[in-house]
């Protein structure tokens, strides 16, 4: 049997091993086939690494680039940096914005003027003078806008008139009578009590406002006393309280007229005590 050839080779270079079978005249002679890792296998493999491992040093990369991007805000009027802070999910709150944006909005983290931007996700730079310019220039026109618009809306709105009172209700009944005569000679300025005018009622005509006095001398000469207080006729007509009715039976008019009467010849309704 053949012996197989051995063929050294620098251990840098990996060789491959083959039998290849030759047949001369029916003997079979094993010839060792030698062949060298050619180099283009290993830069193949290299290329295959690659491609696995690049797209996730690009994604990696690019979700870096994502988290770390920093988002500008521009502030309205109305807005606080709490407010601010809940719209854009901030971990750390308000403190962690304004911590972020000293530089920006100042030393007071309760007063941020519209106009100024925020940074969110990184720290703010200070605004060029410039820049600071323009955002407090823009800060003053709108506040001077919205006084304005207040001012406008107050001159333009005048404050609405206060509704008129509902008028006042009475009961029909000796209580009620005596409470609007008494509203009645307020506004005429006829002095006189509710106690005054209810004692004179209570002698008079025990509160009967149809009463009638058909037999003393004034129902003799054809006048007699009539209503609430026992008024004559031409007593009712000569002191009747313009806005009353002309009837002398009404309690209301029969009250208010038997007191200006009083009014004018014993100074109120308080002072009658007897026959008037």
């Given at each position: 049997?053949?012996?197989?050839?051995?063929h050294?080779?620098?251990?840098?270079?990996?060789?491959s091993?083959?039998?290849?079978?030759?047949?001369?005249?029916?003997?079979?002679?094993?010839?060792?086939?030698?062949?060298?890792?050619?180099?283009?296998?290993?830069?193949?493999?290299?290329?295959?690494?690659?491609?696995?491992?690049?797209?996730?040093s690009?994604?990696?990369?690019?979700?870096?680039?994502t988290?770390?991007?920093?988002?500008?805000?521009?502030?309205?009027?109305?807005?606080?940096?709490?407010?601010?802070?809940r719209?854009?999910?901030?971990s750390?709150?308000w403190?962690?914005?304004?911590?972020?944006?000293?530089?920006?909005?100042?030393?007071?983290?309760?007063?941020?003027?519209?106009?100024?931007?925020?940074?969110?996700?990184?720290?703010a730079d200070?605004?060029?003078?410039?820049k600071?310019?323009?955002?407090?220039?823009?800060?003053?026109r709108?506040?001077?806008?919205?006084?304005?618009?207040?001012?406008?809306?107050t001159?333009?709105?005048?404050?609405?008139?206060?509704?008129?009172a509902?008028?006042?209700?009475?009961?029909?009944?000796?209580?009620?009578?005596?409470?609007?005569?008494?509203?009645?000679?307020?506004?005429?300025?006829?002095?006189?009590?509710?106690?005054?005018i209810?004692?004179?009622i209570?002698?008079?005509?025990?509160?009967n406002?149809?009463?009638?006095?058909?037999?003393?001398?004034?129902?003799?000469?054809?006048?007699?006393?009539?209503?609430?207080?026992?008024?004559?006729?031409?007593?009712f007509?000569?002191?009747?309280?313009?806005?009353?009715?002309?009837?002398s039976?009404?309690?209301?008019a029969?009250?208010?007229a038997?007191?200006?009467?009083?009014?004018?010849?014993?100074?109120?309704?308080?002072?009658?005590?007897?026959?008037?």
């Open positions: 049997m053949p012996a197989q050839g051995k050294r080779r620098p251990k840098s270079v990996s060789l091993r083959g039998i290849a079978a030759v047949t001369t005249g029916g003997a079979v002679l094993a010839l060792p086939v030698l062949g060298a890792t050619t180099a283009s296998a290993a830069p193949a493999h290299s290329v295959a690494a690659e491609k696995a491992v690049a797209p996730v690009v994604t990696a990369q690019a979700n870096s680039v988290k770390a991007a920093p988002v500008k805000h521009s502030v309205v009027s109305g807005e606080t940096l709490s407010k601010i802070a719209e854009h999910s901030v750390g709150g403190k962690e914005l304004y911590e972020g944006n000293r530089k920006v909005v100042g030393e007071n983290p309760n007063l941020i003027h519209p106009g100024i931007t925020l940074t969110i996700g990184a720290k200070a605004p060029s003078d410039a600071a310019g323009k955002a407090s220039k823009a800060a003053a709108t506040a001077t806008t919205e006084r304005a618009d207040r001012s406008e809306r001159t333009a709105a005048p404050a609405a008139a206060p509704a008129a509902a008028p006042a209700t009475y009961t029909n009944d000796l209580d009620g009578w005596i409470k609007e005569s008494l509203a009645v000679m307020a506004q005429h300025g006829i002095p006189g009590s509710y106690e005054g209810h004692r004179n209570i002698r008079e005509s025990s509160g406002p149809n009463a009638i006095n058909n037999w003393d001398s004034n129902a003799v000469k054809g006048t007699p006393s009539k209503g609430l207080l026992q008024v004559i006729d031409p007593t007509q000569a002191y009747h309280v313009p806005g009353t009715s002309t009837d039976y009404d309690p209301v029969n009250i208010t038997a007191c200006n009467y009083a009014a004018d010849r014993y100074g109120s309704i308080d002072n009658v005590f007897g026959a008037y």
